[in-house]
């Protein structure tokens, strides 16, 4: 085995290890969280405890206020009715009358007050209960989760003093800066810092890459890195009988080599050309020219003048099978009578 190969394998262990170890370690880091949700409430229905109570502390300052005055305005009236004997005068009596009847309004007013500031008081005497009982069972709770806790905290650090012993026995001998590069990419790319490349293409990001790239994965020579996700890449035996899917290097030269030199020849003779039979295949350029000439001549009209004086001699077989045309001497006579009429 190469020193690549040996730390290939190496950086395989290391993963696992490295995975599970931050893993530990955050969740380490993410228990006393929940505590300190648990304690955020305790306190917030703590501080709403003290700010009911307070107002309740009023309200029952309010109740012995008005209870005070109450028996004043009621001590007040019976004075005043007690003097209805002594008067002597009207006006005493109007005067007298009027103490009693404004006493007895504030007897009547206090009583009011009274009763209302003590059906607050106990609602709120109720409410604090409730918000009492409520802070007790969170205040278990909190007290729970804190033991719960620690006892979690105490399991898992057990857990990770013996991945970290593992660490320290499967690092000696590697490389300082390809460590520090693979606790990196395992932090950041979710405990996943060496990946295999199967069929040209990286497990880690599912890219193809280019097939230089994979050659030289291949040949072990040193470790690399996917230029795509950043992973550190080895090449998988599985891979052997995979074709290769990878970017080739002559990729740029494009479909002119998949055309073949004699395709225009093997296309014209697996082609029959309708009309043709094989003894009328013209041989060469200039009889295809020629027989097209003919067939030309023939669909022109004979009776023109024209037509007739581009006749070459040796177009007479063509004249001789036209039905208007009998040869060279009839038309001249027949184009002397037709001139004649």
Wanted: proline letters at 2%; glycine letters at 4%.
């Amino acid at each position: 085995m190469t020193v690549i190969e040996e730390t290939i394998e190496k950086l395989k262990v290391l993963q696992d290890i490295l995975s599970r170890k931050y893993a530990i370690q955050k969740e380490i880091e993410d228990l006393p969280r929940t505590l300190a949700t648990k304690k955020e409430l305790v306190s917030r229905l703590k501080k709403s405890y003290i700010e009911k109570n307070s107002i309740y502390e009023e309200t029952r300052r309010k109740v012995a206020d008005t209870r005070v005055r109450l028996q004043e305005a009621e001590a007040d009236r019976e004075k005043y009715e007690s003097q209805m004997d002594q008067i002597t005068t009207a006006r005493e009596y109007d005067a007298l009358e009027k103490e009693i009847r404004d006493a007895s309004d504030r007897e009547q007013e206090y009583r009011k007050e009274l009763q209302r500031y003590e059906k607050e008081l106990e609602d709120q005497k109720i409410r604090l209960e409730r918000e009492e009982s409520m802070i007790h069972s969170e205040e278990e709770e909190l007290q729970q989760e804190r033991d719960k806790i620690d006892s979690e905290t105490k399991e898992k650090t057990g857990l990770l003093k013996e991945l970290e012993h593992s660490e320290g026995e499967t690092i000696p001998g590697m490389d300082g800066d390809l460590l520090f590069k693979f606790e990196r990419i395992i932090r950041s790319k979710s405990g996943e810092g060496i990946v295999a490349i199967r069929g040209g293409v990286c497990t880690g990001c599912q890219m193809i890459l280019p097939n230089q790239f994979v050659n030289d994965v291949r040949s072990g020579s040193d470790i690399l890195f996917c230029p795509y996700c950043s992973k550190i890449v080895f090449f998988s035996d599985e891979t052997d009988n995979a074709p290769e899917t990878g970017f080739a290097d002559s990729d740029e030269e494009g479909l002119a080599d998949l055309v073949d030199d004699d395709f225009d020849e093997d296309l014209f003779e697996s082609y029959e050309l309708e009309g043709f039979d094989d003894e009328d295949t013209p041989d060469d350029e200039e009889d295809v020219d020629e027989d097209i000439g003919e067939d030309s001549l023939d669909d022109d009209d004979s009776d023109d003048d024209d037509d007739v004086e581009d006749v070459d001699d040796g177009d007479e077989e063509l004249i001789d099978d036209d039905d208007d045309i009998d040869g060279d001497d009839d038309f001249e006579d027949g184009e002397e009578e037709e001139l004649d009429d």
